[in-house]
Nanobody
Framework: QVQLVESGGGLVQSGGSLRLSCAAS????????MPWYVQGPGKQRELVAT???????NYLDSVKGRFTILRDNAKNTVYLQMNSLKPEDTAVYYC??????????????WGQGTQVTVSS
């Protein structure tokens, strides 16, 4: 059974840092490009960062230079290092729906994600 479990969220002051983790089952991790999604209050869920199996990365413009997506293939884990956090980064962050070629894969329903709250 495929599982993706997000963790690492919390409350942080503006300018602070957090590191989110997503542990994925081995059957999906090694062959798929992994994402992080973000859903702010009252907003649609959107892709914030992706990392390919080869380590290439892409980011939402609003987080470029502040967020870094990383993967540890030995641990089947993808991370989102979030620096210089701003109140507008307050949102729930998810890692479901990795990519395989042109396909977006959703495993089961979206989980609860991990809440990030940035205070001003």
């Amino acid at each position: 059974q495929v599982q993706l479990v997000e963790s690492g969220g919390g409350l942080v002051q503006s300018g602070g840092s957090l590191r989110l983790s997503c542990a994925a089952s081995g059957s999906i991790f090694s062959t798929n490009d992994m994402p992080w999604y973000v859903q702010g209050p009252g907003k649609q869920r959107e892709l914030v960062a992706t990392i390919t199996t080869g380590g290439s990365t892409n980011y939402l413009d609003s987080v470029k230079g502040r967020f870094t997506i990383l993967r540890d293939n030995a641990k089947n884990t993808v991370y989102l290092q979030m620096n210089s956090l701003k109140p507008e980064d307050t949102a729930v962050y998810y890692c479901n729906a990795p990519f395989h070629g042109s396909r977006t894969l959703v495993f089961g329903s979206w989980g609860q994600g991990t809440q990030v709250t940035v205070s001003s």
